[in-house]
């Protein structure tokens, strides 16, 4: 399929499932663009995409470099503190902050160039041990040193589903995923906002989005499996 019939097509599913929800505000598509050439992400640019997402941090540089400002870059995979420098100039948004040595490095970055970062802390509540992201405990923990660095600005929350074919497992992942954050959001943290819920990928988008996914991050629905 063409790049632009499966955004059309990705977009339609998504405001279907937000009909569902009687759901009334935005939900972003971030486009995964991991392995996919150049040409392709711009065809996706042409036909709407605003928001590419790299999980490596060398391939995200290169995204800049090619497009620069036609659109704004987001880092979703695991982020090593010795890359934070290549990309904290131009990364709108860090989904997979994980542990206080990165949260030390990225504040002390964006410090260094006058910005205050934007992320999501990555979450696992499922407890599977092969996931990233930090466990319903810690995470309670962890946000509170957030509101100690002032270079940080704590948007929200990010998880990924367990791979499973039940749905119900799926949703109660999403489930819970809200009520950490809604709990931390309760909390009214300095430098924690907790607007931003990024969760659902080609597999379960719709699921998020019916569980209240302000963005979801599709990649082989938009440009084919990899
Ligand atoms: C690859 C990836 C995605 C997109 O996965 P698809 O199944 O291709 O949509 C989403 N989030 C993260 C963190 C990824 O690494």
Request: hydrophobic letters at 35%; zero cysteines.
């Given at each position: 399929m063409e790049v632009k019939e499966a955004l059309q097509e990705i977009n339609q599913r998504m405001e279907a499932a937000k009909e569902r929800a009687g759901r009334q505000d935005p939900v972003q598509l971030v486009a995964?663009?991991?392995?996919?050439?150049d040409d392709r992400v711009a065809e996706a640019i042409a036909a709407g995409v605003i928001v590419i997402a790299e999980n490596r941090p060398q391939e995200l540089v290169k995204r800049m470099e090619r497009f620069q400002d036609e659109v704004s870059y987001h880092m979703i995979g695991r982020l090593q503190t010795n890359k934070v420098r290549h990309i904290?100039?131009?990364?709108?948004?860090?989904h997979s902050l994980d542990r206080m040595s990165l949260a030390q490095e990225i504040n002390r970055r964006a410090e260094a160039i006058g910005k205050v970062q934007d992320c999501l802390i990555q979450v696992n509540v499922?407890?599977?041990?092969t996931k990233a992201g930090l466990s319903e405990k810690e995470v309670l923990v962890f946000v509170e040193e957030m509101a100690?660095?002032?270079?940080?600005?704590?948007?929200g929350l990010m998880t990924m589903a367990p791979l499973v074919d039940d749905e119900r497992i799926i949703r109660q992942v999403f489930r819970d995923t809200v009520r950490v954050k809604e709990q931390i959001a309760n909390r009214?943290?300095?430098?924690?906002?907790?607007?931003e819920l990024s969760m659902g990928m080609t597999g379960d988008f719709e699921i998020a989005i019916e569980e209240g996914a302000t963005m979801v991050r599709v990649g082989s629905g938009i440009f084919g499996s990899r």
């Open positions: 995964v663009t991991k392995t996919v050439s904290i100039e131009k990364t709108a948004l860090i499922s407890g599977e041990e100690k660095m002032p270079y940080i600005n704590i948007k009214h943290y300095d430098h924690v906002s907790m607007e």
